[in-house]
């Protein structure tokens, strides 16, 4: 029992010599503060990342894919079928024919960016809150969707079951790289509040450590939506000092 005794002493004193060693080298420990998962942003903010100008991902969505410029290009041939009919087989005639005519003949050029600026400006008009939405992935899966077609799908959360995100994206190779663990960024519109509140979007997400976007529509521009980033990043490092 002495002997014991006389260790735990020992102890107390080797743990006091070393705290009045450490003290005055004003070394301490530095914990690194909690990173909100979720950040509010404005409508503002969320409307100049997700609309109202096409980007150049949006346009090659519906004029590189076959099935998409299939069906543009059939709606510019019922231009000069219907300004031929309302002319009497004429291409040229009358005013509102013509005009008519010549909006579904370029149908082809104007469709996509019409699309694209209706999608993005309907949902953030319907939307009462955005918010940057700071995860990681969970988890990775293929499969292959009834359209025999190979996709992806990425798990996003903040390291708990409160929040979490699917992602869907038809296979590119770059996804070889994805891998559970890297950092993930979404916007995300909300509309109503509290319990009732429902998600209107889910955006396409932003690995910053591959530069890579997954997403089954590239609805962000993605400029604005890294510089929102760095702004968000920016500011919350600011408040932290």
Request: with cysteine; charged share 20%.
């Amino acid at each position: 029992a002495v002997q014991l005794q006389s260790l735990s002493r020992g102890r107390i004193l080797v743990a006091l010599a070393a705290l009045v060693l450490v003290a005055p080298c004003g070394c301490r420990r530095v914990v690194d503060p909690p990173r909100r998962a979720l950040i509010p942003v404005t409508l503002e903010a969320a409307r100049a990342v997700v609309g109202p100008n096409p980007t150049r991902e949006q346009l090659a969505w519906h004029w590189l894919s076959p099935g998409r410029a299939f069906e543009k290009i059939s709606v510019s041939w019922l231009g000069p079928l219907i300004c031929g009919w309302l002319n009497d087989g004429h291409l040229l005639g009358s005013f509102e024919a013509t005009v008519a005519g010549s909006l579904l003949a370029s149908y082809f050029v104007w469709g996509p960016a019409a699309a694209a600026n209706a999608r993005g400006s309907l949902l953030v008009s319907r939307a009462s809150s955005a918010s940057l939405f700071r995860g990681q992935v969970a988890d990775i899966a293929t499969f292959v969707d009834d359209d025999n077609r190979d996709l992806v799908e990425l798990t996003i959360d903040d390291g708990t079951p409160v929040r979490r995100f699917v992602v869907i994206a038809p296979w590119r190779q770059e996804y070889a790289l994805l891998e559970p663990g890297l950092a993930a960024r979404l916007i995300i519109l909300r509309s109503g509040r509290g319990r009732a509140a429902k998600t209107l979007l889910v955006s396409e997400c932003f690995l910053p450590e591959l530069g890579v976007y997954v997403g089954e529509y590239p609805n962000l521009n993605r400029k604005e939506f890294e510089r929102l980033i760095e702004r968000v990043d920016a500011a919350e490092e600011a408040g932290l000092r």
